[in-house]
T-cell receptor, first 112, second 114 residues
Framework: GEKVEQHESTLSVREGDSAVINCTYT??????FPWYKQEAGKSLHFVIDIRSNVDRKQSQRLIVLLDKKAKRFSLHITATQPEDSAIYFCAARRTGYQNFYFGKGTSLTVIP | EAAVTQSPRSKVAVTGGKVTLSCHQTNNHDYMYWYRQDTGHGLRLIHYSYVADSTEKGDIPDGYKASRPSQENFSLILELASLSQTAVYFC?????????????FGSGTRLTVL
């Protein structure tokens, strides 16, 4: 099955700087790539996604890039704020399948 | 706002005992999922369901059963709890069809098996 690798297990940035979290996947048939955020002691909630028919998507300070050739996608958080501190999970889903495969998570700390 | 409610929030069980985790959604979603979260493993799918009275195995179903008696309710059952099943369990729901892909998660159940 699909394997999603999340390369940074922890990441620290200064407030106002950008943070980048990288993920790779193995299944070329994967077509949907969401990101979820888990704040301390809380559940996961959706933040942004990208589909395989585009290579870039932006929602306010969040940018997702997809490189299908390299089977890599990344989350860029610009102008980071302390409330961005959380664990971020990338995931992938294959067309026609119902399972979402998650990376292991990246713990992002934004230092004020 | 989509709502997924899990109960209990936390539970301590004894090895060999039976544990039932419950999930209720008011989203009118077709799909429901049970994931477990372990440090260093991210989330892994145990069981899922796309319609009442039917469940499907995920990637790590061994030692778990699931039950979907209605569209709103989805339970995870550990018939003989083991130490290795200590984890945080998340239920999620999702609409089927169109571009609606977002998973809506419950607040999680922290299960400790002693």
């Amino acid at each position: 099955g699909e394997k999603v690798e999340q390369h940074e297990s922890t990441l620290s940035v200064r407030e106002g700087d950008s943070a980048v979290i990288n993920c790779t996947y193995t299944d070329t048939a994967s077509s949907y790539f969401p990101w979820y955020k888990q704040e301390a002691g809380k559940s996961l909630h959706f933040v942004i996604d990208i589909r395989s028919n585009v290579d870039r998507k932006q929602s306010q300070r969040l940018i997702v890039l997809l490189d299908k050739k390299a089977k890599r996608f990344s989350l860029h958080i610009t102008a980071t704020q302390p409330e961005d501190s959380a664990i971020y999970f990338c995931a992938a889903r294959r067309t026609g399948y119902q399972n979402f495969y998650f990376g292991k998570g990246t713990s992002l700390t934004v230092i004020p | 706002e989509a709502a997924v409610t899990q109960s209990p929030r936390s539970k301590v069980a004894v090895t060999g005992g039976k544990v039932t985790l419950s999930c209720h959604q008011t989203n009118n979603h077709d799909y429901m999922y049970w994931y477990r979260q372990d440090t260093g493993h991210g989330l892994r799918l145990i069981h899922y369901s796309y319609v009442a009275d039917s469940t499907e195995k995920g990637d790590i179903p061994d030692g778990y059963k699931a039950s979907r008696p209605s569209q709103e309710n989805f339970s995870l059952i550990l018939e003989l709890a083991s130490l290795s099943q200590t984890a945080v369990y998340f239920c999620a729901s999702r609409h089927w069809g169109g571009w609606a892909e977002t998973l809506y998660f419950g607040s999680g159940t922290r299960l400790t098996v002693l």
